[in-house]
């Protein structure tokens, strides 16, 4: 790990009918199965106005994170018909986001969500191998699904994943 640089953790709130999600540090996919199970909770709810991700305090995010980002933001889209918004203040996370096509999937804004009290990490959970595989297939797979570049980027992995079930 590098130093200076803060494991990765994801915080949950939800106010106001408002749900945010703050990514720090390093967001990677050992995070997965509480995001996806946290994606989850958020549509049973399906009594919200919106939905924030903030990433002000991100330093690195892998793929299959951003894969189930698309999957939250689709999810919203066809369930609530709302366009989640995702906070960014660093120019490469920016960069990375619109290059996958994520301006096509949020509202991509600049300034802080003003709630850091309310938040509370996401508890961490148990993932079998198979699991993992799972997560990390579905998240490639959505990423595809956006945009031309993401669909050459990701075939050979998700091609990989496929093959060994």
Known sequence: MNPGISPGRIQFAEQDGTFVLKFIGE???????ALDATIEKIFTA????????????TRSIDSTTLGL???????????????????TTHADITRLLQSMGFDQVFNIIDQPYECPECLADLPSQDQSEDVVRAHVLEAHRILMGLNESNRAAFHDLVSALEQHP
């Open 69 to 87: 980002l698309a999957k939250l933001s689709i999810l919203s889209r066809q369930k609530v018909g709302l366009l989640p918004t995702v906070v």
């Open 46 to 57: 399906l009594n919200f106005s919106a939905i924030v991700i903030d990433l002000t305090e």
């Open 27 to 33: 967001v990677r996919l050992t995070l997965c199965s």
